[in-house]
């Protein structure tokens, strides 16, 4: 459907529904002319019919406060009550110019008034509850000064705190929450894999999961919530988060390899959110796997397994050939069924982040484990230091739902601003309240942060720590997801070295933007990318500011570099190079061959022998060698800038009109220390 059409359909004008996908759903559109998926135009369609009912409800209040002109309020016989204060609500401190908007007045004359009254004041100065009273008062006005809630810190905290005392009645069964833990590389994804009948390790990078998902599995034992933490160290505090919802804990240990350092993080993470663990001996297809001495190193960290008299339940499997995983969701159902699980569907909705990310067309969303309540299309929300209202549900099988019950994963759409995993989900009374817990929470992360400055790159960055030239590594860090960029974050704030600290100035997702390069320059940093690509403006800008931008693929590659930079123990290491950028236009499709980009050069040139990298919205979807390169039907070695051509990439087809093609060569360089 094109929008001009669906504006016909809606009786909207073309600029006013343009405006609408815009500002709504974070969709820019050329013009009338393009298209719109059949979901964004639904959604545009419930917006416009929730907001519809809306106006009618209060034109019909209005209507119906019309009909009686005589009454008791309004009738010239009543008495006329006398003027009550205005009331005014203060939480914690407030400056001058913020009572002053409370009042209605300008800054200026609440700073006059308040040294007429015998209190010095500047705009920006927090106030004494005795000035704010004095001012209030001149005005007719009452305060109320409120106490900073309690259940802020709980919900910064992002540990949910659930309705106690619930009567039995009223609670329902519910689904467990599974967390899958272990080091790295010992086939958690793959375990569930088999379990789920889907194959998502395929598509990662490094061979390793790097963020974290949550899915609903039915199985003949039952329904089950899985969350696959990733293993490698740098997500340790995911994995904590994973540990905080969960009820039960499947810990993977390969058999031919044993417990690892992230093993007993996994342990120590289950063991302090209290949860029961279950231990799945994977790769037990190998010819070199010891089950032996994976229950002597379980028993070495207090897992005794039950085979030597202990109570730690351990199940031999091979996630590769689908053996044992039977006899592992009997044991998951049995120990579920022990915990009797269960919550209450008519009580407040609350629940935790696990991801969020910024969609297109979409806006942004994040995966809600409910966790009490049922959460509900259209209602208003607070999570973290953000806020929204529910636009829509989309379940883990990618169905659009109405309403999700406790123990689920869910999609929601319709959040302001980014969340953080473990953040506290609460379902509110109303948008304007949880506007503002969520501004409060705002006020009091940019009060806690401190932006020291010192510019440095890597290479140099030896040099200046022993030159005593630097004592703060700022770094600015966009990522794909926002676990991408708390666990960067995490990870490059905790690594220490003498007389130097590394601060993350700014993290963020979605592509690398002038902004983000504005921003290292005015801190003398640098940038840190993690699965998302500059544009040829924040490129530019950085060549010409000098601000150094590196990317990545895997994340531990990024930590590692930090730390050897820090070490001074770079070593020789391959620089890329952009030579070209080339956008898609059209796509072709030819029998035998595969898809073919017919593509514009928008800079530099395309050369057949470098290789190339597939930006779609900021992300690399693709990078690898282009196969073909022609200028109509004549293969060509390159082509410049301002012409049109055909490429066809090694083993890639999901090619896409708007796609930008990044032609780049690698270089070895050897590190100035």
């Known amino acids: 459907m094109r929008v001009y059409e669906l504006a016909n359909e809606l009786g909207m004008e073309n600029k006013e529904l343009l405006k609408l996908l815009e500002e709504e759903f974070d969709l820019e559109i050329g013009s009338h002319m393009s298209g719109v998926d059949e979901d964004v135009a639904d959604m545009v369609k419930e917006l416009l019919e929730e907001e519809t009912g809306e106006k009618e409800e209060i034109e019909e209040k209005t209507s119906e406060e019309k009909k009686d002109p005589v009454s008791e309020e309004s009738s010239p016989l009543a008495e006329s009550p006398a003027p009550e204060k205005e009331i005014i609500e203060v939480r914690g401190q407030i400056t001058t110019e913020e009572l002053a908007e409370k009042l209605g007045i300008q800054p200026n004359q609440a700073i006059k008034e308040l040294i007429q009254l015998g209190e010095m004041a500047t705009i920006n100065q927090v106030l004494n509850p005795e000035a704010v009273e004095l001012l209030a008062e001149e005005h007719g006005a009452e305060v109320i000064f409120e106490e900073e809630e309690e259940e802020g810190a709980t919900l910064a905290e992002g540990r949910i705190q659930l309705d106690e005392d619930v009567p039995e009645d009223e609670l329902e069964p519910r689904p467990p929450v599974i967390t899958v833990m272990g080091h790295v590389d010992h086939g958690k994804t ?134 044992g995983i039977d006899e592992l969701l009997e044991m998951i159902s049995l120990q579920a069924e022990m915990m009797d699980l269960k919550a209450s569907p008519d009580r407040s909705t609350k629940g935790t982040i696990i991801e969020a ?161 504005r921003l290292a320059t ?23 500011t000098g601000v150094e931008i590196n990317t990545y693929r895997v994340i531990y590659e990024a930590i590692e570099d930090i730390k050897d930079a820090m070490a001074g123990m770079l070593e020789p290491e391959e620089e890329e190079e952009v030579i070209g950028v080339a956008e898609v236009r059209e796509v072709f499709s030819i029998s035998g061959v595969g898809t073919v ?14 290789a190339c990298r597939l930006v779609r919205d900021g992300a690399v979807v693709f990078d690898g060698p282009i196969i073909s390169l022609k200028r109509f039907k004549e293969d060509v070695s390159d082509v410049a800038e301002g012409y049109e051509c055909g490429i066809r990439l090694e083993k890639f087809n999901d090619i896409k009109e708007g796609d930008l093609l990044e032609i780049y060569q690698v270089r070895e360089v050897t590190p100035e220390l």
């Open 190 to 323: 793959q375990l569930l894999d088999t379990i789920r009948q889907t194959d998502v390790v395929a598509g990662e990078s490094g061979g390793i999961t790097q963020e974290i998902g949550a899915s609903e599995v039915k199985t003949e034992e039952g329904e089950f919530v899985f969350i696959d933490t990733p293993g490698h160290e740098a997500f340790t505090a995911m994995r904590a988060r994973g540990a905080q919802v969960t009820d039960l804990v499947i810990l993977v240990v390969a058999a031919d390899d044993g417990v690892m350092p992230q093993t007993v993080e996994s342990i120590n993470h289950a063991r302090s959110a209290g949860v029961p663990i279950i231990v799945a001996i994977n790769k037990m297809d190998l010819p070199d796997s010891d089950v032996q001495r994976v229950y002597q190193q379980l028993s070495e960290q207090e897992l005794i397994p039950e085979e030597w008299g202990g109570d730690t339940i351990c199940v031999e499997v091979s996630a590769l050939e689908a053996e």
């Open 357 to 517: 990310e910024k969609k297109k067309g979409m806006g942004v969303t994040a995966t809600v484990i409910v966790q009490q309540g049922t959460l509900e299309k259209g209602v208003p929300f607070v999570a973290g230091a953000t806020s929204g209202k529910v636009k829509a549900l989309i379940n883990s099988y990618g169905d659009r739902v109405d309403e999700v019950k406790p123990g689920r994963p869910v999609e929601v759409l319709g959040f302001d601003d980014l969340a953080s995993p473990g953040d506290f989900f609460e379902v509110m009374e109303d948008l304007s309240e949880a506007r503002e817990i969520a501004e409060q929470r705002q006020d009091e992360i940019k009060d806690a942060q401190v932006q020291d400055q010192g510019r440095v790159t890597l290479d140099q960055l030896q040099e200046f720590i022993d030159k005593g030239k630097i004592q703060n590594f700022n770094i600015v860090v966009k990522a794909d997801t926002q676990g991408g960029v708390e666990v960067l974050r995490d990870s490059f704030e905790s690594i220490e070295a003498d007389e130097v600290e590394v601060n993350v100035i700014h993290g963020g997702v979605g592509g690398i933007n002038e902004s983000d390069v």
């Open 597 to 610: 980009a017919g593509c514009y050069v928008r800079e530099g040139e395309v050369q057949r022998s470098a």
């Open 522 to 544: 005015a801190a003398e940093g640098m940038i840190v990318g993690f699965n998302v690509r500059p544009d040829s403006r924040a490129r530019r800008l950085a060549n010409e």
